[in-house]
């Protein structure tokens, strides 16, 4: 089913954030090993970082690797880490075509050494590109992010206001999402954007994020260009 046609191209969110979730459970329905499903998550990466693009969203974030994740079994975590290194050094070339400028959100310094690299270096080639802005979450959590905030604002001697600790998230450049996306039919936002999630609109998915394809995506815009968004107003007011 192509959905492109019911996109309202002058409706598009301007933010969109991803949880991909449910790459294991992904491989073990295919007998598999774990990682071969992280595998296969790069090409869902790379379809929906096109599809958004191609749409006209200007902001991409993905949740890549949780603060969490760590508790994962080492070699799990290794792997993850080598396929980050792989597919951001495979995926440079298609990002500077497609003008994709790629950022990164997260306690960066405690990546690996060859994580961190590939991806400053990743930063700084593609910095002047401004088709879309595509985040990773790295090293990321919602409770880190609004600490590091608080002890910045705290440091600043600034008074603490909700619009000061906004200016020290480490989003604080980009505009809020306002529509997450979660994949694999958990019903959960497991410590990504706390307080850059508050107006989003969710969409859940069963769909397991190997499986999520461009049309996959384009759905969850029309749904979500069918809701009302209200922000604390009444119906009558925001109609
Ligand atoms: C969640 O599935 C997925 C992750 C923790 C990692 C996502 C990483 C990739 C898709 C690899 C490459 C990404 C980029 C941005 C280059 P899960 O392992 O929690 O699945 P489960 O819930 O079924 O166990």
């Known amino acids: 089913m192509d959905s492109s046609s019911d996109i309202d191209l002058h409706k598009l969110p301007q933010h969109v954030a991803v949880i991909m979730d449910g790459n294991g459970r992904w491989a073990q329905k295919h007998g598999k090993a774990r990682v071969y499903g992280h595998q296969h998550g790069v ?3 790379r379809q929906i970082t096109e599809a958004a693009a191609e749409m006209g969203i200007p902001y991409l974030s993905l949740y890549a690797f949780s603060t969490e994740n760590w508790n994962r079994p080492a070699y799990e975590v290794t792997a993850l880490m080598t396929l980050l290194v ?3 050094k495979n995926e440079i070339e298609t990002l500077q075509k497609n003008q994709i400028r790629l950022q ?4 960066l310094d405690r990546l690996p050494r060859a994580t961190h690299r590939a991806l400053e270096r990743a930063i700084e080639q593609t910095q002047h590109n ?4 595509l985040i990773l979450a790295l090293n990321y959590s919602g409770k880190w992010d609004i600490t590091q905030a608080m002890q910045a604002l705290q440091a ?3 008074d603490v206001t909700q619009d000061a600790l906004e200016q020290h998230l480490s989003t604080a450049q980009w505009p809020d999402p306002e529509l997450m996306i979660r994949t694999s039919g958990e019903l959960r936002i497991s410590n990504f954007f706390l307080w850059q999630l508050a107006y989003a609109e969710l969409y859940f998915t069963d769909v397991m994020w190997p499986d999520f394809r461009k049309d996959h995506f384009k759905q969850a815009i029309v749904d979500f260009q069918k809701r009302q968004r209200r922000f604390g107003k009444t119906g009558e007011q925001v109609s």
Do not use: L, Y
């Open 86 to 88: 792989q597919t951001i």
């Open 130 to 133: 401004d088709r879309m802005t």
């Open 156 to 158: 600043s001697g600034a």
């Open 104 to 107: 990164a959100v997260g306690n």
């Open 43 to 45: 090409e869902s990466v």
